[in-house]
Protein backbone atom coordinates (compact mmCIF):
# COMPACT_ATOMS: atom_id res chain seq x y z
CA UNK A 1 0.00 0.00 0.00
CA UNK A 2 1.26 3.24 -1.06
CA UNK A 3 0.78 6.46 1.21
CA UNK A 4 1.09 9.82 -0.52
CA UNK A 5 1.79 12.27 2.15
CA UNK A 6 1.53 15.70 0.88
CA UNK A 7 4.77 17.34 2.20
CA UNK A 8 4.38 20.83 2.18
CA UNK A 9 0.86 20.34 4.06
CA UNK A 10 3.06 18.80 6.81
CA UNK A 11 5.85 21.40 7.35
CA UNK A 12 3.41 23.69 7.31
CA UNK A 13 1.33 21.52 10.39
CA UNK A 14 4.75 20.80 12.06
CA UNK A 15 6.07 24.87 12.21
CA UNK A 16 2.18 25.95 13.42
CA UNK A 17 2.97 23.23 16.49
CA UNK A 18 6.09 24.09 17.05
CA UNK A 19 5.35 27.64 17.08
CA UNK A 20 4.35 27.83 20.72
CA UNK A 21 7.17 26.42 23.45
CA UNK A 22 5.68 25.53 26.59
CA UNK A 23 6.07 23.41 28.96
CA UNK A 24 3.28 20.85 30.22
CA UNK A 25 0.30 22.82 30.91
CA UNK A 26 0.29 20.91 34.55
CA UNK A 27 3.61 22.64 35.56
CA UNK A 28 2.39 26.10 35.08
CA UNK A 29 -0.81 24.89 37.12
CA UNK A 30 0.97 24.01 40.27
CA UNK A 31 3.14 27.29 39.93
CA UNK A 32 -0.10 29.74 39.60
CA UNK A 33 -1.24 27.84 42.58
CA UNK A 34 1.75 28.01 44.89
CA UNK A 35 2.31 31.83 43.74
CA UNK A 36 -1.20 32.32 44.39
CA UNK A 37 -0.75 31.10 48.39
CA UNK A 38 3.13 31.64 48.53
CA UNK A 39 3.02 28.23 49.97
CA UNK A 40 3.39 24.58 48.83
CA UNK A 41 1.76 23.26 51.46
CA UNK A 42 -1.05 25.42 50.52
CA UNK A 43 -0.78 24.90 47.12
CA UNK A 44 -0.40 20.81 47.88
CA UNK A 45 -3.98 21.10 50.46
CA UNK A 46 -5.87 22.75 47.11
CA UNK A 47 -4.96 20.41 44.07
CA UNK A 48 -5.39 17.91 46.54
CA UNK A 49 -1.84 16.16 45.57
CA UNK A 50 1.05 15.54 48.18
CA UNK A 51 3.58 17.97 49.18
CA UNK A 52 6.26 16.20 47.02
CA UNK A 53 3.93 16.44 43.61
CA UNK A 54 3.94 20.12 43.89
CA UNK A 55 7.91 20.22 44.61
CA UNK A 56 8.51 18.21 41.39
CA UNK A 57 6.60 19.76 39.19
CA UNK A 58 8.10 23.30 40.48
CA UNK A 59 11.60 21.70 40.13
CA UNK A 60 10.44 20.83 36.20
CA UNK A 61 8.98 23.75 35.61
CA UNK A 62 12.41 26.05 36.89
CA UNK A 63 14.54 23.41 35.20
CA UNK A 64 12.41 24.02 31.45
CA UNK A 65 12.84 27.55 32.07
CA UNK A 66 16.19 27.77 33.15
CA UNK A 67 15.68 30.28 36.26
CA UNK A 68 14.92 30.07 40.08
CA UNK A 69 11.02 31.28 40.00
CA UNK A 70 10.40 30.60 43.87
CA UNK A 71 12.49 31.28 46.97
CA UNK A 72 11.66 28.43 49.83
CA UNK A 73 11.61 29.47 53.38
CA UNK A 74 9.98 28.45 56.65
CA UNK A 75 6.78 30.62 56.36
CA UNK A 76 6.34 29.32 52.44
CA UNK A 77 7.55 30.59 49.39
CA UNK A 78 8.26 34.38 47.35
CA UNK A 79 8.48 34.31 44.05
CA UNK A 80 11.79 36.04 42.00
CA UNK A 81 11.38 38.64 39.97
CA UNK A 82 11.33 36.06 36.75
CA UNK A 83 8.61 34.62 38.67
CA UNK A 84 6.72 37.48 39.02
CA UNK A 85 6.48 38.05 35.80
CA UNK A 86 5.17 34.35 34.96
CA UNK A 87 2.62 34.86 37.56
CA UNK A 88 1.12 37.68 36.10
CA UNK A 89 1.06 35.60 32.84
CA UNK A 90 -0.78 32.44 34.19
CA UNK A 91 -3.43 34.66 35.66
CA UNK A 92 -4.12 36.00 32.74
CA UNK A 93 -3.76 32.73 30.58
CA UNK A 94 -5.79 30.33 33.19
CA UNK A 95 -8.13 33.49 33.35
CA UNK A 96 -8.80 33.21 29.63
CA UNK A 97 -9.09 29.57 29.85
CA UNK A 98 -11.79 29.95 32.66
CA UNK A 99 -14.28 32.46 30.36
CA UNK A 100 -13.66 30.91 27.15
CA UNK A 101 -14.39 27.19 28.64
CA UNK A 102 -17.43 29.13 30.64
CA UNK A 103 -19.15 30.75 27.16
CA UNK A 104 -18.54 27.24 25.33
CA UNK A 105 -20.48 25.62 28.45
CA UNK A 106 -23.19 27.66 28.26
CA UNK A 107 -23.68 27.23 24.07
CA UNK A 108 -27.01 25.45 24.05
CA UNK A 109 -26.56 22.01 21.82
CA UNK A 110 -27.79 22.81 18.43
CA UNK A 111 -31.14 22.50 17.64
CA UNK A 112 -31.39 21.36 21.64
CA UNK A 113 -33.52 22.91 24.18
CA UNK A 114 -34.17 22.08 27.84
CA UNK A 115 -37.17 23.17 30.00
CA UNK A 116 -38.14 23.47 33.37
CA UNK A 117 -41.70 24.06 34.58
CA UNK A 118 -43.90 23.29 37.04
CA UNK A 119 -45.53 19.62 36.17
CA UNK A 120 -49.00 21.14 36.64
CA UNK A 121 -48.08 23.75 34.05
CA UNK A 122 -46.59 21.23 31.60
CA UNK A 123 -49.39 18.92 31.38
CA UNK A 124 -52.26 21.57 31.14
CA UNK A 125 -51.18 24.81 29.20
CA UNK A 126 -47.63 23.65 27.54
CA UNK A 127 -47.89 20.03 26.03
CA UNK A 128 -50.97 21.00 24.36
CA UNK A 129 -49.08 24.08 22.98
CA UNK A 130 -45.82 22.31 21.72
CA UNK A 131 -47.59 20.44 18.74
CA UNK A 132 -47.56 23.56 16.98
CA UNK A 133 -43.59 24.41 17.52
CA UNK A 134 -43.03 21.51 16.59
CA UNK A 135 -44.51 22.06 12.85
CA UNK A 136 -42.83 25.37 12.53
CA UNK A 137 -39.35 24.43 13.99
CA UNK A 138 -39.05 20.68 13.71
CA UNK A 139 -35.22 21.17 13.63
CA UNK A 140 -35.59 21.94 17.16
CA UNK A 141 -35.61 19.23 19.75
CA UNK A 142 -37.48 20.09 23.06
CA UNK A 143 -36.63 18.65 26.58
CA UNK A 144 -38.84 18.72 29.27
CA UNK A 145 -38.25 18.67 33.03
CA UNK A 146 -40.84 18.86 35.78
CA UNK A 147 -39.17 21.81 38.03
CA UNK A 148 -39.33 25.16 38.84
CA UNK A 149 -36.13 25.69 40.58
CA UNK A 150 -34.27 29.16 38.78
CA UNK A 151 -30.82 27.06 40.43
CA UNK A 152 -30.88 24.45 37.56
CA UNK A 153 -29.94 27.73 35.38
CA UNK A 154 -27.04 28.23 37.10
CA UNK A 155 -25.87 24.75 37.11
CA UNK A 156 -26.30 24.84 33.37
CA UNK A 157 -28.90 21.94 33.44
CA UNK A 158 -31.36 23.87 31.40
CA UNK A 159 -31.92 26.51 29.19
CA UNK A 160 -35.14 28.17 30.68
CA UNK A 161 -37.41 27.75 33.07
CA UNK A 162 -41.24 28.33 33.70
CA UNK A 163 -41.73 29.94 36.83
CA UNK A 164 -45.55 30.49 38.52
CA UNK A 165 -44.43 33.84 41.36
CA UNK A 166 -45.98 36.49 43.12
CA UNK A 167 -45.88 39.87 41.70
CA UNK A 168 -43.42 40.96 44.20
CA UNK A 169 -40.74 37.95 43.41
CA UNK A 170 -37.22 39.08 43.26
CA UNK A 171 -35.30 37.49 40.61
CA UNK A 172 -31.14 36.90 41.07
CA UNK A 173 -28.84 39.43 38.94
CA UNK A 174 -28.60 36.94 36.16
CA UNK A 175 -31.39 36.19 35.42
CA UNK A 176 -34.16 37.93 33.05
CA UNK A 177 -37.72 37.35 33.21
CA UNK A 178 -40.21 37.84 30.79
CA UNK A 179 -43.80 37.80 31.88
CA UNK A 180 -45.94 35.95 29.72
CA UNK A 181 -49.17 36.21 31.56
CA UNK A 182 -51.13 37.25 35.00
CA UNK A 183 -53.57 33.96 35.83
CA UNK A 184 -56.92 34.06 37.71
CA UNK A 185 -58.72 31.55 39.84
CA UNK A 186 -61.86 30.53 40.21
CA UNK A 187 -64.22 27.34 41.13
CA UNK A 188 -64.43 24.32 38.90
CA UNK A 189 -66.97 21.20 38.68
CA UNK A 190 -68.56 18.81 36.55
CA UNK A 191 -71.40 20.74 34.55
CA UNK A 192 -73.60 18.00 36.89
CA UNK A 193 -72.63 19.57 39.71
CA UNK A 194 -72.87 23.45 38.39
CA UNK A 195 -76.81 22.78 38.54
CA UNK A 196 -76.64 22.71 42.17
CA UNK A 197 -74.86 26.16 42.39
CA UNK A 198 -77.26 28.94 41.64
CA UNK A 199 -75.47 31.30 44.12
CA UNK A 200 -71.62 31.66 45.55
CA UNK A 201 -72.84 30.64 49.17
CA UNK A 202 -74.30 27.75 47.30
CA UNK A 203 -70.81 26.31 47.09
CA UNK A 204 -70.30 25.75 50.21
CA UNK A 205 -72.60 22.89 50.59
CA UNK A 206 -70.06 21.17 48.05
CA UNK A 207 -66.64 19.27 48.83
CA UNK A 208 -64.28 22.01 48.23
CA UNK A 209 -61.05 20.93 46.62
CA UNK A 210 -57.70 22.48 47.48
CA UNK A 211 -54.04 21.90 46.25
CA UNK A 212 -50.98 22.24 48.61
CA UNK A 213 -49.30 24.53 46.16
CA UNK A 214 -51.92 27.03 46.67
CA UNK A 215 -53.22 26.93 49.84
CA UNK A 216 -55.11 29.93 49.88
CA UNK A 217 -57.04 30.00 47.09
CA UNK A 218 -60.02 29.23 48.43
CA UNK A 219 -59.48 31.87 51.30
CA UNK A 220 -58.39 34.90 48.85
CA UNK A 221 -61.63 33.75 46.28
CA UNK A 222 -64.06 33.65 49.37
CA UNK A 223 -62.33 36.81 50.60
CA UNK A 224 -63.31 38.92 47.38
CA UNK A 225 -66.63 37.03 46.56
CA UNK A 226 -67.42 38.59 50.26
CA UNK A 227 -68.09 34.82 51.59
CA UNK A 228 -67.17 33.54 54.71
CA UNK A 229 -65.07 30.37 54.16
CA UNK A 230 -65.53 28.73 57.61
CA UNK A 231 -68.91 28.05 56.27
CA UNK A 232 -67.65 25.49 54.01
CA UNK A 233 -68.89 22.23 55.65
CA UNK A 234 -66.64 19.56 53.91
CA UNK A 235 -63.38 20.20 52.19
CA UNK A 236 -60.58 17.80 50.79
CA UNK A 237 -56.77 18.00 50.27
CA UNK A 238 -54.27 17.27 47.86
CA UNK A 239 -50.80 17.42 47.00
CA UNK A 240 -50.41 18.18 43.75
CA UNK A 241 -52.98 20.45 41.47
CA UNK A 242 -53.28 17.69 38.63
CA UNK A 243 -54.42 15.65 41.36
CA UNK A 244 -57.12 18.18 42.45
CA UNK A 245 -58.58 19.24 39.12
CA UNK A 246 -59.18 15.27 38.07
CA UNK A 247 -61.28 14.79 41.42
CA UNK A 248 -62.88 17.46 40.08
CA UNK A 249 -63.41 16.32 37.11
CA UNK A 250 -64.46 13.07 38.33
CA UNK A 251 -67.55 14.44 40.31
CA UNK A 252 -65.59 14.61 43.70
CA UNK A 253 -66.62 18.31 44.34
CA UNK A 254 -65.78 21.61 43.45
CA UNK A 255 -61.60 22.84 42.92
CA UNK A 256 -60.40 25.95 42.47
CA UNK A 257 -57.98 25.83 39.68
CA UNK A 258 -56.05 28.65 37.93
CA UNK A 259 -57.96 29.56 34.71
CA UNK A 260 -55.08 28.67 32.49
CA UNK A 261 -54.32 25.31 33.32
CA UNK A 262 -58.22 24.04 32.91
CA UNK A 263 -59.16 26.11 29.54
CA UNK A 264 -58.70 22.32 27.90
CA UNK A 265 -60.74 20.78 30.53
CA UNK A 266 -62.99 23.85 29.91
CA UNK A 267 -63.39 23.51 26.53
CA UNK A 268 -63.88 20.19 26.21
CA UNK A 269 -66.65 19.75 28.88
CA UNK A 270 -64.74 17.96 31.04
CA UNK A 271 -64.98 20.97 33.61
CA UNK A 272 -67.41 24.00 33.68
CA UNK A 273 -67.08 27.24 35.70
CA UNK A 274 -69.58 28.06 37.79
CA UNK A 275 -68.61 31.75 38.63
CA UNK A 276 -66.46 34.12 37.16
CA UNK A 277 -62.73 34.00 37.88
CA UNK A 278 -60.93 36.62 39.77
CA UNK A 279 -57.49 37.97 39.61
CA UNK A 280 -54.99 36.41 42.07
CA UNK A 281 -51.95 38.24 42.07
CA UNK A 282 -49.83 35.15 40.44
CA UNK A 283 -47.66 35.12 36.93
CA UNK A 284 -46.05 32.72 34.88
CA UNK A 285 -42.87 34.02 33.55
CA UNK A 286 -40.05 32.59 31.33
CA UNK A 287 -36.55 33.00 32.60
CA UNK A 288 -33.04 32.33 31.55
CA UNK A 289 -29.47 33.63 32.24
CA UNK A 290 -28.89 37.30 30.72
CA UNK A 291 -26.08 36.07 28.76
CA UNK A 292 -27.83 33.35 27.25
CA UNK A 293 -30.70 36.09 25.75
CA UNK A 294 -28.91 36.16 21.95
CA UNK A 295 -28.96 32.76 22.02
CA UNK A 296 -30.95 31.67 18.21
CA UNK A 297 -32.93 28.59 19.84
CA UNK A 298 -33.93 30.55 23.19
CA UNK A 299 -34.82 33.67 21.12
CA UNK A 300 -37.40 31.49 18.81
CA UNK A 301 -38.83 29.64 21.53
CA UNK A 302 -39.74 33.00 23.31
CA UNK A 303 -40.94 34.29 20.41
CA UNK A 304 -43.15 31.42 19.80
CA UNK A 305 -44.53 31.11 23.03
CA UNK A 306 -45.74 35.19 23.39
CA UNK A 307 -47.75 34.00 20.37
CA UNK A 308 -49.30 31.77 22.26
CA UNK A 309 -50.24 34.14 25.09
CA UNK A 310 -51.56 36.69 23.43
Not at 136 to 165: A, C, R
Not at 253 to 259: N, R
Not at 263 to 276: H, I, S, T, V
Request: with cysteine.
Amino acid sequence: MKIDINSDHYVKKTNIMAKYQLPPLNSLRMFEVVARNNSFSLAAEELCVTHSAVSHQIKQLETWVGKKLLIRHAHGATLTLDGQALFSNCVKLFSGLDQCLEQIRQQPTQHSLTLAAPSSFMAHWLIPKLESFEAQYPEISIKLMTSNDLKLLEKHQVDMVILNHTQFEKFPDAIQNITLFQDQIGPVCTAERVQQLQHKSDIFQQTLLHTQSNQHAWEMWATQSNLDLTQAKQQRHFDHLNLMIEAAASGLGVAIAPQSLVEKELLNGRLAAPFDFIECGLLFSLCCQKTRLKDENIQIFKRWLLTQVE
